[in-house]
């Protein structure tokens, strides 16, 4: 045990006092720490928690040497400076739980720890509850991405390194507090870098110390269609599973519906209705591996489901059970039983090259289901399931290569961020599950879980009031347009292209899927950049606007990326109201005519085909049809990029980092306002296509050649943004005008 604990907190906060201090108080009074920028405290841990019962813990105190001096329990408590932002706890004890207090303000909104948006909201308030998963429940079933990690409005992150079983307690005004059991816990209090508000920065710090998202292949993003069951639901002449896919490939093809996968849901295999013998039904897929490569040469990459649980009557409960592998006392039933304990080597072992079954026959990454749902007890949660996804992850990895297939999962804790991509849970197919899903993606954006989506049109469809009208699906639709990862679900009564549903539904479904196809080099940089600093695509307006504490409160609408925000319709009718975050500026990106001023708010009313989008000054925006997926309606298909440029002569200056599939390029747009100039300049893009600068005489237009490097001028601009003097609009002779 480290001694000298007063010595070396000083010698340390002295070497980052230009940024943050940090100082401790103990002995006789429990112990306390503080982490202060110049005359302001930021940060108080005012106490480490420990106990033999998450209901009654202590506060602990220190004799002045970091030793813990209560008479209940002994150990230390270690506090130094891990970077000049961030602080590491390290607390060892001999008791069996362990946390810690802090100190809130009654103003004060804490972030983060769960996807599920508890009361629909972004925060936190009043909200007790385990690190675990959360089962039935209003809006979203099974909403379970979830981090040791919280974000609390004053500035400050606070992450626990552990993946033992934790509870939070964000129910009193004056405090929120953590427990896990376990006798040891290194916690780390994260402080803004180039800024009190920069919560960006503590979300990149945090995701530095916990895990990052790997990049997927661009098949990730979507759009993705799937059935919860593709052996019912026959139409015309078809009478399996596979031609239930083929059903739906030939209406993609047919009204040119652009699509990147599809995905097998439970039931596809002979095991009690579920994938535990490993294999397809013959019955319903007489020809796996044939089906496979055709849905793989028709532009689809395939994936299916797997869960880490043995059904009664399957090879994964037999071989579990003779093993002893598998959690006791729980029983197996038609959908239920125990999952295998994978921490035992050689049942990791043996999981993992039972699913190489999946990959040899072409299947590039699994839907991770379940985990959360008494398979196991609830203290292995968050261990069992990084195992899974980290044993899935491997066994693609050695078949395709990194970055090379998808995996997507409900139940997925931080550090599994670089395994897995989420989908959001169970969500009811009404309009509270589209407004708690538009929630739970920002919600997972602020635990750093970049790649995520929800079932488009919601998953429960079965029981009142659940409401799959074509208004709510459209709804649905736009808002897994402006979301990181597009995935719907057809069949079982509810296909847009057959009864109930009319053809409009169809074109809202071509129209927001061929947008999503469309942002595909906007999110693919975005995704690629969250690799390297965590920050998500989807974002919470406090990301964007952390000087606006209005918009702390809003849970349903957020920036996509920093160019766009969007404000999805949640409610039936076609009405809400938009709120514009001080700071900025906001055009409407559909009609590029309207301007509206930071700080106001509008009601709006959007008929179904269309969304409120609004564009940023400045703003450049690299769109295109770069990844082919099933579009073999184009003969000769060649990749193409449009780079739409929105200038404002208040931003002198702007940049895109743009990821061309190997290496990130800029791309800067520079504005002179004397003359009305616009200057672009590009590195190597990767493809052919076209910048397309918008302002009040309409599009003009220059070309990318080759892919190559470039620049273009654009003279007497009038920006949509507004500028000073009337210059009439023209463009130098490597530009012509669209209108």
């Known amino acids: 045990m480290p001694f000298f604990f007063f010595f070396v907190l000083a010698s340390l906060a002295a ?49 002045g040497y970091g030793s813990i001096a209560n008479n209940i329990t002994s150990g230390s408590v270690i506090a130094s400076m891990h970077s000049p932002t961030v602080a590491k706890i390290e607390v060892n004890t001999s008791s069996t739980f362990t946390g810690a207090r802090f100190a809130i303000n009654k103003d004060e909104r804490i972030f983060g720890v769960w996807e599920y948006p508890w009361h629909g909201g972004l925060d936190n308030h009043n909200v007790s509850f385990d690190l675990k998963g959360v089962g039935n429940a209003t809006g979203i079933n099974w909403s379970n991405a979830r981090a040791p990690f919280f974000l609390s409005s004053y500035g400050y992150g606070v992450y626990a390194d552990t993946l033992n079983m934790g509870s939070y307690d964000f129910s009193s005004a004056t405090h929120a507090q953590f427990t896990f059991n376990s006798s040891n816990l290194v916690y780390y209090i994260i402080l803004p870098q180039g800024g009190t508000s920069n919560f ?25 269609f799937w059935s919860d069951d593709c052996e019912q639901d026959f139409h015309g002449n078809v009478s399996n599973a596979q031609e239930n896919y083929y059903d739906v490939v030939d209406h993609l093809y047919h009204d040119k519906i652009h699509a990147t996968a599809m995905f097998a849901d439970r039931p596809y295999g002979t095991g009690n209705k579920s994938y535990g013998n490993l294999d397809f039904d013959p019955k319903f897929y007489p020809n796996p591996q044939g089906f496979i490569v055709n849905i793989t040469n028709w532009g689809y990459d395939f994936q299916v489901w797997v869960a880490n649980r043995a059904f009664q009557n399957t090879k994964l409960y037999h071989i579990g059970k003779q093993n002893q592998w598998l959690f006791p006392g729980i029983d197996p039933d038609q959908f239920l039983g125990p999952a295998m304990d994978l921490t035992i080597r050689d049942a990791y072992a043996w999981m993992k090259e039972a699913l190489t079954t999946f990959t040899a026959l072409g299947v590039k990454g699994f839907k991770i289901d379940r985990g959360e749902e008494g398979e196991m007890p609830d203290y292995a949660q968050n261990i069992q399931m990084s195992l899974f996804e980290k044993l899935t992850y491997e066994l693609m990895v050695e078949k395709w290569g990194t970055g090379n297939f998808y995996n997507f999962a ?47 049109g919601g998953y429960n469809r079965n029981s009142p009031p659940y409401d799959l009208s074509e208004e709510l699906w459209a709804r649905w639709m736009w808002f897994s347009t402006f979301s990181p990862v597009y995935e719907i679900m057809v069949g079982t ?83 809400r109201a938009v709120y514009f975050p001080t700071g900025e500026r906001y ?45 073999n309606w184009t003969q000769e298909w060649k990749p193409s990029l449009e780079i739409e440029l929105f200038p404002s002569f208040e931003v002198p200056k702007s940049q895109f980092r743009y990821f061309n599939g190997k290496t990130e390029v800029n791309i800067t747009m520079t504005t002179s306002p004397a003359f009305g100039n616009v ?61």
Do not use: C
């Not at 920050?535 to 609408?557: F, H, N, S, T, W």
């Not at 200057?679 to 070309?703: F, H, M, P, Q, T």
């Open 493 to 575: 009564g509810h296909t847009p292209w057959y009864p109930p549903y009319t053809s409009n539904l169809v074109q809202i479904l071509k129209k927001t899927t061929g947008m999503h196809h469309a942002f595909g080099p906007f999110i693919r940089s975005y995704t690629h950049r969250a690799t390297i600093d965590g920050v998500p695509l989807m974002r919470a307006l406090l990301l964007e606007a952390p000087q606006d504490p209005k918009g702390y409160k809003i849970a349903d609408q957020y920036f996509f990326g920093q160019e766009l925000m969007v404000a999805p319709i949640v409610t039936a009718g076609g009405r």
């Open 15 to 63: 070497r980052v006092s230009a940024i943050y201090s940090l100082q401790t108080r103990t002995g006789a009074l429990p112990y306390f720490l503080f982490l202060s920028n110049g005359n302001r405290t930021v940060a108080v841990n005012d106490g480490v928690l420990v106990g033999d019962d998450n209901s009654t813990l202590s506060l602990v105190s220190t004799d």
């Open 410 to 456: 409900r139940s997925v804790v931080d550090r599994s961020r670089r395994h897995t991509g989420v989908w959001n849970g169970d969500a009811h197919a009404d309009w509270t599950g589209l407004k708690y899903s538009v929630a739970s993606g920002i919600r997972a954006g602020l635990l750093g879980f970049s790649m995520w989506g929800s079932d488009t």
């Open 587 to 631: 055009l409407d990106y559909f009609n590029k005519t309207t301007i509206y001023e930071g700080g106001s708010a509008i009601n709006v009313h959007h008929e179904v085909d269309s969304v409120p989008a609004y564009v940023l000054p400045g703003a450049i925006i690299p769109k295109g049809d770069i990844y082919q997926g099933n579009n």
């Open 200 to 224: 960006k920065s503590i979300l990149s710090q945090y995701t530095d110390l916990s895990a990052r998202i790997e990049m997927p292949p661009y098949s990730a993003y979507g759009p993705t």
């Open 679 to 739: 200057d672009v300049e590009w590195g190597d893009l990767g493809a052919n296509g076209e910048i397309v600068l918008y302002s009040k005489a309409g599009a003009a237009l220059a070309s990318i050649e080759g892919g190559r490097a470039g620049s273009a001028t654009f003279n007497g601009v009038e920006s949509l943004f507004g500028h000073v003097g009337n210059v009439t609009a023209h463009v130098n002779a490597h530009a012509k005008f669209v209108e």
